[in-house]
T-cell receptor, first 116, second 114 residues
Framework: EAQVTQNPRYLITVTGKKLTVTCSQN?????MSWYRQDPGLGLRQIYY???????DKGDVPEGYKVSRKEKRNFPLILESPSPNQTSLYFC???????????????FGQGTRLTVV | AQSVTQLGSHVSVSEGALVLLRCNYS??????LFWYVQYPNQGLQLLLK??????LVKGINGFEAEFKKSETSFHLTKPSAHMSDAAEYFC????????????FGTGTRLTIIP
């Protein structure tokens, strides 16, 4: 089954304690990205990756890091989490649309992070 | 830069009534437009998309949307609401060939009244 898998689904942590949210896709997609969803703000892109070893900032990258060492995985790293990073996070993947038209983004189930 | 405005953060309709969720966009180039649905505790699922061609787009679950360039709108409609349509709906725009970078609206929560 084609899917994007995020782990964990729920996480409560303390300020300053490094954490990683994993994201894996089994569709051989080139493009992956991370979004955060906050009430009244919709989804905002944090980071994205066009392919292995190619990453770039989205709209709200402060306080986050990513890496893309393998095509299927795109972890989101919070090196020193703060309460303002409490949010619902989504990973998404899609084919590289410069080569294929009419593709769609597939989203993971989400990770609800609380930083206290 | 592109942006999306969804009018109405909450919309309530009676079961069997017309559903109309509004979306307006701004873009410097012809956009690609999408509607996603989010059910409670789930990720986002694509309802429909407009890239090129026919401006009336049909999606899953009986939803459709019409791209109106002159009005910069992409409103989502369904003729007859069902209880299972209760969810949050997001309009999104992309300037690339597809949705490598999606800019989302703030969402509209749809409630269905029995």
């Amino acid at each position: 089954e084609a899917q994007v898998t995020q782990n964990p689904r729920y996480l409560i942590t303390v300020t300053g304690k490094k954490l990683t949210v994993t994201c894996s896709q089994n569709m051989n997609h080139e493009y992956m990205s991370w979004y955060r969803q906050d009430p009244g703000l919709g989804l905002r892109q944090i980071y994205y990756s066009m392919n292995v070893e190619v990453t770039d900032k989205g709209d709200v990258p402060e306080g986050y890091k990513v890496s893309r060492k393998e095509k299927r995985n795109f972890p989101l790293i919070l090196e020193s989490p703060s309460p303002n990073q409490t949010s619902l996070y989504f990973c998404a993947s899609s084919l590289d649309n410069r080569r294929r038209m009419n593709t769609e983004a597939f989203f993971g189930q989400g990770t609800r992070l609380t930083v206290v | 830069a592109q942006s999306v405005t969804q009018l109405g953060s909450h919309v309530s309709v009676s079961e069997g009534a017309l559903v109309l969720l509004r979306c307006n966009y701004s873009s410097s180039v012809p956009p690609y437009l999408f509607w996603y649905v989010q059910y409670p505790n789930q990720g986002l699922q694509l309802l429909l998309k407009y890239t090129t061609g026919a401006t009336l787009v049909k999606g899953i679950n009986g939803f459709e949307a019409e791209f109106k360039k002159s009005e910069t709108s992409f409103h989502l409609t369904k003729p007859s609401a069902h209880m299972s349509d209760a969810a949050e709906y997001f309009c999104a725009v992309s300037l690339f060939f597809g949705n490598e970078k999606l800019t989302f609206g703030t969402g509209t929560r749809l409630t269905i009244i029995p």
